[in-house]
């Protein structure tokens, strides 16, 4: 029986909220509770209160009225009521004795067997939801492909083995350079997930062009859950003016800003690099440009100041050598100072490339070696080689590590990837004019357009009426992209096809603000309603995504290939359903038919992407000039067909040497099936589903299943937890990858998803079914006796960078103990005991607890016991396992560094310096108590 005594602090079991109570009153029959908190005095009959006593053991914590927080040294009772001995948290010498009654009324009880004991109970399921999302966020801490579960991207390999590659190093700095349109945004984008879900970067800069900025926003958000916030003009006035002490930059931690804003405001480029970031990414960054003797460009120079400054560095570009070679080698050598040091000696490496690529082929080719190649392969690596699967794998790393640019450089081909759909060049010869300047400068007949901004030019111009044709009839029904090199043009000919032609028109040109540029691109793509043609000037050509139409129309030639590539690159991208028709208007014995004929026949540039063209063009400009200004007839012939030899033999040379290694390193095709391998068993044992809907429904989250598969879920007044943050119009959500790819509406629900990180987080910081009593059906052990389940989390308190709690051998410890005290954890695992365990009401729950109290207490001690004895040992495999493989990579690094200078010092400095703090941190492991279960045994 309960002895009730003035004084006492009791807490409600059923309102918790009320605070905690003080006993004013007892009687025989009753007694009188005072809850401070709410000042409310309940009278319960005090057989049956629905109450429970709180009491405080030594070493536990308490706050007294004033707030004061103490810690307990001994208990003693006094006439009924609780003296606690304590001294203060914050100035242990001070000490005092504390009576129960002069206890703060909040309460916040989150030790689970405090709440056990002060029957704070939680539903079964609850316990075992709690349960599950620890499991599965331990299991997802340690998995090889964190960071790449969650982006909402089709399993394509190339990608995902650039990912893998980079996205877990330190401080990456490489460049991203595949084809156009083959998914540089989207590995930048699984590279900074990973970075960002691992700790390993927490500030990202994204440098674009203005006109991609809002297509990284939504392409960030809407594939990776990455909420960047796009600083421009007005958005950094606006920080300003709210607060103008505080630097705009430093108020968020993902950022896409347009280069030209921090070129063309110092004040905005000095606060930026004040700010600091992580990482730098910056797409289209072949308009970094550098000479030898002129230096760089101002882009090249502001991004240079930044990835001087910065950790880790990604610069994107399909065309690397776009505007030459000497550019290229300047954008590695800002991505690594050290190793690109002369330009000279860069093509020295160059030329020797083509020696390893042949004993890389060797290498990977089926069959057994032969003694020359056993040889060359020595020679090369400066030892021998092993003609086994393993050792020959190993030794094609090696090498690949080794090549110049191995580490840093990603170029993926279409070639090598296959399954484009192709190409075709329709050539459209037009008579010129009798107006037309037959003989004159380059630029009179090649963009005679462009001297007359009045339009006056389409009166004349058989192009005109050839394009409103087309769209009238062969392309009635389809969506046709049209770029020309400049706005004006391209402004007169929207007017032109608008108004007389009655066409439906949209226009992106650089007059525009980015707002209206993106109205129009949303309009283009608008399948029933949109335009049937977009027409774009040169800024249309980069970036943007309109793989949905497959007509292009060349309305001019720009002067350099790889900007002819990158305006096919437009339609000729993942997600390509068909044959890419490009139209290619010229009026013939101008400019622009050898123009047309250069690109064709001599570059041969329109059915497929040369790599070589941009290095033919630059060998042959002076002469390629000389061709379009004057008649040369059948010297130009000549030309056509030297340089298309030269092409051809400079594609077989480069196919056995540069190109041939960088496609081996690009994309090493086995790891690269491993990996997407990996992600499919992920996808295919995907238990979130269930675990979704047994969450939402015990919390009284609103839900409505659908017919295919995905879910409404909205917030409601009547929903049980808080914190989760949903929108309160509702969220659409589906945990199938093919769906998430189709729907666009629907959020792709996974582990790493935004939603479930604060599920995680409810779990991790509040009490949600930290304490349950539960039933356990068992023929073997007697009736009524009962079992103690224990979960605590193994936790270390580090840098999120260092990504510690991926070498824990465990983070969850679970004892199970019997009444009696056996240890039955190895022998009854959770899935063995789950379905036998039964929800019991909260009264019997209650009653359970009171009534066993000091047995549950006990082996509740002896399981923490238990489980801090394993601790030691956990961190002994930790740091050993850390330390492994920290010292893994530093020795790569430094032997790689004995063989190829690309791997830079402050790499290896910087991974020593993390191995000695991880280990050190890792001496110091906490065990945090998180839950527990109380199982009554019955028949
Ligand atoms: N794994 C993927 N899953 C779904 N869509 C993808 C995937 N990879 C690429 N895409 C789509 O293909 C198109 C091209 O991708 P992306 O824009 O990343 O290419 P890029 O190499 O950056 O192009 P560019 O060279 O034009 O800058 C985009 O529309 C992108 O959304």
Not at 475 to 487: D, E, F, M, P, T
Request: charged share 25%; aromatic share 6%; hydrophobic share 40%.
């Amino acid at each position: 029986m309960q002895e009730f005594a003035v004084g006492q602090r009791w807490l409600s079991d059923t309102e918790s909220e009320l605070g905690l109570g003080v006993l004013v009153d007892v009687d025989e029959r009753t007694i009188s509770i005072l809850f401070p908190k709410s000042d409310e005095t309940r009278v319960y009959s005090r057989a049956t209160a629905p109450l429970s006593r709180i009491i405080f053991a030594a070493g536990d914590s308490l706050t007294d009225q004033d707030g004061i927080d103490w810690l307990v040294i001994s208990t003693e009772v006094k006439s009924g009521v609780l003296r606690y001995h304590c001294s203060q948290i914050s100035a242990p010498e001070i000490t005092k004795t504390l009576s129960e009654t002069r206890l703060a009324a909040h309460l916040q009880l989150a030790r689970p067997l405090e709440r056990l004991l002060a029957s704070q109970l939680e539903p079964k399921e609850w316990y075992d939801l709690r349960i599950e999302a620890l499991l599965m966020q331990a299991r997802m801490s340690t998995s090889l492909l964190r960071g790449m579960i969650g982006p909402r991207v089709g399993l394509i390999p190339h990608q995902f083995y650039i990912a893998h590659e980079v996205g877990r190093r330190l401080a990456p700095r490489v460049l991203l350079a595949d084809e156009v349109g083959l998914g540089k945004t989207i590995e930048a984008g699984l590279i900074m997930h990973q970075q960002l879900v691992t700790g390993r970067s927490e500030r990202i800069l994204v440098l674009v062009p203005d006109s991609l900025q809002y297509q990284w926003m939504i392409e960030m958000r809407r594939r990776f859950n990455l909420n960047f916030s796009l600083f421009d003009l007005e958005r950094t006035a606006f920080l300003k003016e709210n607060d103008p002490e505080a630097n705009p930059f430093a108020t968020e931690s993902c950022i896409i800003a347009s280069i030209d804003l921090l070129l063309d405001h110092e004040d905005l480029k000095a606060q930026a690099l004040d700010a600091g970031f992580d990482l730098l990414v910056v797409d289209e960054a072949h308009h970094l440009t550098w000479h030898e003797d002129v230096g760089g460009n101002d882009r090249y120079d502001v991004v240079a100041e930044f990835a001087d400054q910065t950790a880790g560095v990604l610069l994107l570009t399909a065309t690397p050598e776009q505007l030459g070679v000497d550019s290229h080698f300047a954008r590695l050598r800002l991505l690594d100072p050290e190793r690109f040091d002369t330009l000279n000696h860069f093509l020295d490496e160059e030329a020797n490339y083509a020696s390893t690529a042949q004993v890389a082929e060797a290498l990977m080719q089926e069959g057994l070696l032969d003694d020359e190649q056993h040889e060359a392969i020595a020679a090369l690596l400066g030892h021998p080689v092993e003609d086994t699967p393993d050792a020959r794998y190993r030794a094609i790393n090696e090498l690949l590590d080794r090549h110049g640019t191995g580490r840093i450089l990603f170029r993926n081909t279409r070639e090598a990837i296959q399954g484009f759909q192709g190409r075709d060049c329709l050539p459209a010869p037009l008579p010129a004019p009798e107006s037309w300047p037959i003989t004159g400068s380059l630029r009179q007949q090649m963009w005679p357009e462009e001297q007359q901004l009045d339009g006056e030019w389409m009166q004349s111009d058989p192009r005109v009426p050839w394009l409103l044709n087309l769209l009238k009839t062969e392309l009635k029904h389809q969506k046709v992209l049209l770029i020309a090199r400049s706005g004006p043009v391209v402004e007169s000919l929207e007017l032109a096809l608008r108004v007389h032609g009655g066409i439906r028109t949209a226009m992106f040109h650089e007059a525009m603000s980015l707002l209206e540029r993106d109205q129009a691109a949303a309009y283009f793509a608008d399948d029933t309603y949109g335009a049937q043609i977009l027409l774009c000037s040169e800024i249309g050509s980069e970036g943007r995504n309109f793989q949905f139409a497959s007509n292009l129309v060349l309305f001019d030639m720009p002067s350099n290939p790889d900007v002819l590539e990158q305006r096919i690159g437009r339609l000729d991208r993942i997600g390509q359903q068909n044959r890419i028709q490009i139209h290619v208007p010229y009026l013939m014995a101008t400019a622009q038919e050898r123009m047309f004929r250069w690109y064709n026949e001599a570059l041969d540039i329109f059915g497929h992407i040369s790599p070589t063209a941009q290095v033919l063009q630059e060998n042959h400009l002076v002469e390629l000039k000389d061709h379009l200004l004057s008649d040369t007839g059948e010297q130009f012939d000549a030309l056509l067909v030297q340089v298309n030899d030269e092409r051809l033999e400079l594609e077989t040379e480069l196919q056995a040497g540069r190109d041939r290694l960088l496609e081996f390193n690009s994309c090493r095709p086995k790891v690269a099936s491993r990996i997407v391998q990996a992600m499919q068993e992920q996808d295919a044992h995907n238990t979130l589903p269930d675990f979704m809907l047994r969450f939402l429904s015990s919390t009284n989250i609103e839900h409505d299943e659908q017919h295919d598969g995905s879910l409404i879920i909205h917030s409601s007044d009547q929903m049980l937890v808080d914190g989760l943050d949903l929108p309160e119009d509702g969220m659409t959500v589906t945990f199938h990858r093919e769906q998430a790819l189709t729907r666009e509406d629907t959020e792709y629900l996974t582990v790493e998803h935004p939603l479930m990180g604060r599920i995680f987080e409810l779990v991790r910081t509040q009490p949600f079914g930290n304490a349950n009593v539960a039933v356990l059906r068992s023929s073997v052990i007697p009736a009524g006796k009962i079992l103690i389940e224990a979960w605590f989390r193994v936790e270390v308190i580090a840098p999120k960078v260092l990504n510690l709690n991926a070498s824990l051998p465990q983070q969850l410890i679970r004892v199970l103990i019997s009444e009696s005290g056996q240890d039955l954890s190895a022998r009854i695992n959770s899935a063995m005991l789950h379905p036998q365990i039964h929800a019991l009401d909260m009264n019997n729950a209650r009653q359970v607890v009171k009534l066993r109290r000091d047995v549950i207490e006990a082996r509740y001690k002896q399981a923490e016991e238990l489980a801090r004895a394993q601790i030691k040992s956990f961190s002994q495999t930790a740091q050993k396992r850390y330390g492994d493989h920290l010292q893994q990579e530093l020795d790569r690094l430094i032997y790689l560094k004995a063989h190829n200078p690309s791997v830079r010092d402050d790499e290896i400095d910087r991974l020593t310096h993390q191995r000695a703090q991880g280990l050190q941190l890792l001496e110091q492991l906490s065990l945090v108590p998180d839950s527990i279960r109380v199982l009554v045994v019955m028949k």
